[in-house]
């Protein structure tokens, strides 16, 4: 009879083991994944940093051309004062 529970007894030892060894699996599995994730994720930060920085030169471009254009604007509305009063 005592050999029945001991073999019971390891049968229950080899399936809690078996539970242990696929748990470790299923986390090894979900690191990779974790790992693969936040590589795309730096990749995909790394392009949009790219981008923002891309971004932020153009709007920086325009502003100059905007700043520009508003020189040229008032400059023209200074000689039409001037040809006015002139009249």
């Given at each position: 009879m005592l050999y029945y529970v001991l073999i019971?007894?390891?049968?229950?030892?080899?399936?809690?083991?078996?539970l242990q060894l696929m748990y470790l699996f299923y986390l090894?599995?979900?690191?990779?994944?974790?790992?693969?994730r936040l590589s795309e994720l730096e990749h995909r930060c790394s392009d949009l940093q790219s981008k923002l920085s891309a971004s932020?030169?153009?709007?920086?471009?325009?502003?100059?051309?905007?700043e520009d254009?508003?020189?040229l604007n008032n400059r023209s509305e200074e000689v039409w004062a001037d040809v006015?009063?002139?009249?």
């Amino acid at each position: 009879m005592l050999y029945y529970v001991l073999i019971g007894l390891c049968f229950s030892l080899v399936g809690v083991a078996g539970l242990q060894l696929m748990y470790l699996f299923y986390l090894d599995r979900i690191d990779r994944e974790r790992k693969k994730r936040l590589s795309e994720l730096e990749h995909r930060c790394s392009d949009l940093q790219s981008k923002l920085s891309a971004s932020r030169l153009l709007i920086e471009e325009q502003k100059e051309r905007i700043e520009d254009l508003e020189v040229l604007n008032n400059r023209s509305e200074e000689v039409w004062a001037d040809v006015l009063e002139e009249n």
